[in-house]
């Protein structure tokens, strides 16, 4: 072989090297969990949240230095490739399906020169510092323990900038969410989520580090802890100058609350909400909890909920098992708390159609009235908060001197009379009616 073909057949090897490096060079994020979780709940008495924040720090500065030419240099062979990167937070379901998503950091590369002396030239890049993963997850025994990947997304052309890529990811979630509630709503969304999916996966896909669990709150056995960090450090060694040390940091932190629905402050609501509040914030993936339960897969449910918003409304008997089906179906969406609120608020929104049945009262039985009234709301304004009573009275004698009252037989319901004096139905306002001797 001559010294030209030997220098040749160098320069190809060098290229390869440096144009497909080894596997084994790559390198990820390393995660170092935080402390355990503080709180103890008991199953759907809270929310969980997961938080997230990106840090980039110059000898243990803050900078604003680029984070992906940081990551570039200090993860070795990965994204190494003229193109589009974005790198992104997600969370695992058991199954390794991504319930949600969030992109942290996009950059584009380009290279220039010629050969094996080409150069890569970052040309943008835009980044998220903080944000929330996800919120308003129920929490529960298998609920409670969540999984997390930092993963890379990569395209040789520019297919969608940041902010974009996130307006995807939610809608993504919010078609899990309302596929998850049991709604007819999932099947407007999935068209459009099956189309963002089938577009993602034409990004060349790779884990930038391992997974990681976290924990939400206590229940039986050890917990996974409540936070933890994904971090990568390098040094930089410099001939004229002092090395410099880098850290990229993405924290993750999760977190509970009670209510979302409304404000809890020790153990009432602060301050009292109008139902119509309540139903502007209780929602289930952006949509009214109304628009939820008349879209229920459960057909029982939708049906009540349609013929309560029926100029008809809703007569048969059985309204009170009707009424507890909608309770057993927002407790699948919302805490204890928030259920009790929120179906408050849907026996004020509905309270004319409810009070016209003559089973009403069935709706407001003493334990969901205890519970209401628990939190410091008010049933008084509901028509059916107590049954209509009319007394009625006989008269013996009208000159044997004692007062009518006296003669009082019994209390009986009367509700055509009640129908008749109040022109409604199940008024909680009660009449003595006293009959005169002429029977008027």
């Not at 057949?9 to 969990?33: G, M, N």
């Not at 970052?122 to 993963?133: D, T």
């Not at 029926?310 to 699948?332: N, Q």
Request: aromatic letters at 8%; glycine letters at 4%.
């Amino acid at each position: 072989m001559t010294k030209r073909a030997f220098l040749v057949l160098f320069l190809l090897t060098l290229c390869l090297a440096i144009r497909f490096p080894t596997a084994a060079l790559a390198q990820s994020l390393t995660f170092e969990k935080g402390e355990q979780p503080a709180t103890e709940i008991q199953p759907n008495a809270a929310y969980g949240s997961v938080k997230f924040s990106l840090e980039l720090l110059q000898n243990n500065r803050p900078t604003n230095r680029s984070v992906y030419e940081v990551l570039l240099n200090s993860l070795s062979s990965l994204m190494k490739e003229a193109g589009e990167y974005t790198l992104t937070i997600e969370i695992l379901g058991n199954n390794d399906e991504v319930l949600a998503r969030r992109a942290i950091v996009q950059a584009r590369r380009e290279k220039s020169g010629w050969f094996i002396f080409a150069r890569v030239v970052k040309e943008s890049e835009a980044r998220e510092w903080y944000g929330e993963l996800i919120s308003n997850l129920l929490v529960r025994p298998d609920t409670n323990n969540i999984r997390i990947k930092v993963r890379s997304y990569y395209t040789k052309d520019s297919k969608l900038d940041l902010t974009t890529f996130n307006l995807f990811a939610d809608i993504l979630q919010k078609t899990k969410v309302l596929g998850a509630a049991n709604t007819a709503l999932d099947a407007v969304w999935r068209p459009v989520a099956q189309q963002i999916e089938t577009l993602l996966s034409s990004y060349q896909q790779t884990d930038v580090s391992d997974i990681a669990s976290l924990s939400f709150a206590k229940f039986n056995g050890d917990p996974y802890a409540a936070s933890g960090t994904f971090h990568r450090e390098y040094i930089q060694n410099r001939d004229d100058a002092p090395p410099i040390k880098w850290k990229v940091r993405v924290k993750i932190s999760t977190d509970t609350t009670a209510a979302r629905v409304a404000l809890i402050k020790n153990g009432k609501l602060e301050p009292k909400p109008s139902y119509t509040d309540v139903l502007a914030a209780a929602r289930v993936g952006d949509q009214p909890i109304a628009v939820i339960l008349a879209s229920s897969k459960t057909d029982a449910v939708q049906k009540f909920m349609v013929d309560l918003a029926s100029s008809g409304g809703y007569a048969d008997e059985d309204i009170g098992e009707k009424c507890d089906l909608v309770s057993s179906e927002l407790a699948k969406h919302f805490s204890v708390t928030d259920k009790v609120v929120t179906y408050w608020a849907i026996l004020h929104l509905y309270r004319r159609k409810i009070g016209a049945n003559k089973n009403a009262t069935d709706c407001l039985h003493e334990t969901v009235r205890e519970q209401i009234v628990a939190l410091g709301l008010n049933v008084d304004g509901l028509p059916f908060s107590k049954p209509a009573v009319v007394a009625t009275a006989r008269l013996e004698s009208v000159n044997d001197g004692k007062p009518a009252a006296d003669k009082v037989d019994r209390a009986i319901p009367s509700q055509e009379l009640v129908e008749r004096v109040l022109g409604e139905k199940n008024s909680d306002k009660t009449f003595q009616v006293i009959p005169t001797p002429n029977g008027n």
